[in-house]
T-cell receptor
Framework: AQSVSQHNHHVILSEAASLELGCNYS??????LFWYVQYPGQHLQLLLK??????LVKGIKGFEAEFIKSKFSFNLRKPSVQWSDTAEYFC?????????????FGQGTTLQVKP | EPEVTQTPSHQVTQMGQEVILRCVPI?????FYWYRQILGQKVEFLVS????????KSEIFDDQFSVERPDGSNFTLKIRSTKLEDSAMYFC??????????????FGPGTRLTVT
């Protein structure tokens, strides 16, 4: 069965620090990969996605993620975080072969940025 | 920007009662989904719906659950006889098919269901 693992449950950073959130998945076939963000009191929003092509993808608000197929990883990065990045971050995977769009989510990482 | 909406935002119900959670997906989308998140746990897939039928469902989605698209705009999740363990945040999502056949899902704000 497919699964997604996010290494960090709770991350605390100071403003301007660099961020890397780990995400690994288990599935042998072709996948689409996503990072979603949920700001306090708001709904899940797409940060970035990888379908194919360049494994380094750029999303909104200065976030980027790199797909490393050999490591089954899709880590999220941002060079300099801001207080407004405080949120919960979810990695999600869709198996292309399923043809239904079903997303499997990681358990989420809570990011707290101190001003 | 178009968005997915859900009503109600919070529903409290007694165990054994039926509840209907409502969603209005983005108007030109073709695929519809329900997910749930029990407090402190992962977001879990429940069901996907396309062309007026269920395309995939999870083990959670047993006979107590059903989905319907009663008209051109609404997408509902019904729980026939609620249990305490159904208490969760329920998210609706929709997506359209891109040229590559890949999916980007847009989520609603969620309905918090509390079963007492």
């Amino acid at each position: 069965a497919q699964s997604v693992s996010q290494h960090n449950h709770h991350v605390i950073l100071s403003e301007a620090a660099s961020l890397e959130l780990g995400c690994n998945y288990s599935y042998g076939g072709t996948v689409n990969l996503f990072w979603y963000v949920q700001y306090p009191g708001q709904h899940l929003q797409l940060l970035l996605k990888y379908f194919s092509g360049d494994p380094l993808v750029k999303g909104i608000k200065g976030f980027e993620a790199e797909f490393i197929k050999s490591k089954f990883s899709f880590n999220l990065r941002k060079p300099s975080v801001q207080w407004s990045d405080t949120a919960e971050y979810f990695c999600a995977v869709n198996a292309v072969s399923s043809n239904t769009g079903k997303l499997i989510f990681g358990q989420g990482t809570t990011l707290q940025v101190k001003p | 920007e178009p968005e997915v909406t859900q009503t109600p935002s919070h529903q409290v119900t007694q165990m054994g009662q039926e509840v209907i959670l409502r969603c209005v997906p983005i108007s030109n989308h073709l695929y519809f989904y329900w997910y749930r998140q029990i407090l402190g746990q992962k977001v879990e897939f429940l069901v996907s719906f396309y062309n007026n039928e269920i395309s995939e469902k999870s083990e959670i989605f047993d006979d107590q659950f059903s989905v319907e698209r009663p008209d051109g705009s609404n997408f509902t999740l019904k729980i026939r006889s609620t249990k305490l363990e159904d208490s969760a945040m329920y998210f609706c999502a929709s997506s359209g098919e891109t040229g590559t056949g890949s999916y980007e899902q847009y989520f609603g704000p969620g309905t918090r269901l509390t079963v007492t």
